[in-house]
Nanobody, 125 residues
Framework: QVQLVESGGGLVQAGGSLRLSCAVS????????MGWFRQAPGKEREYVAT????????VYADSVKGRFTISRDNAKNTVYLQMNSLKPEDSAVYYC??????????????????WGKGTLVTVSS
């Protein structure tokens, strides 16, 4: 069993930065690809970024490419999402996800085995 707990959300002005963390419990967590998704009010959940088991492969949604960076520290059982140059349209609940499959598969929304409960990010204009 793997449990995911997100943190680091909050209120930030447009152009600012936040770093989200996802603490992962479970002895086999390093065997999972990890991802971040987000859901804004009234919208469907969308993929943001994914990272492979050893961190060698990352995939980003076009809307965040060049502004967000996903990383993982397997020794600390933590996945991060560094978000820079934030825009009001980045406001959403951000969810951490884990899947025993390729990072690209998770990016498509498939193969996800576990979800966190989310952390709220609000970007003011």
């Amino acid at each position: 069993q793997v449990q995911l707990v997100e943190s680091g959300g909050g209120l930030v002005q447009a152009g600012g930065s936040l770093r989200l963390s996802c603490a992962v419990s479970g002895r086999t967590w390093s065997s999972y690809s990890m991802g971040w998704f987000r859901q804004a009010p009234g919208k469907e959940r969308e993929y943001v970024a994914t990272i492979s088991r050893l961190g060698g492969t990352t995939v980003y949604a076009d809307s965040v490419k060049g502004r967000f960076t996903i990383s993982r520290d397997n020794a600390k059982n933590t996945v991060y999402l560094q978000m820079n140059s934030l825009k009001p349209e980045d406001s959403a609940v951000y969810y951490c996800a884990a899947g025993g499959t390729r990072a690209a598969t998770i990016a498509s929304g498939y193969g996800i085995d576990y979800w966190g409960k989310g952390t709220l990010v609000t970007v003011s204009s």
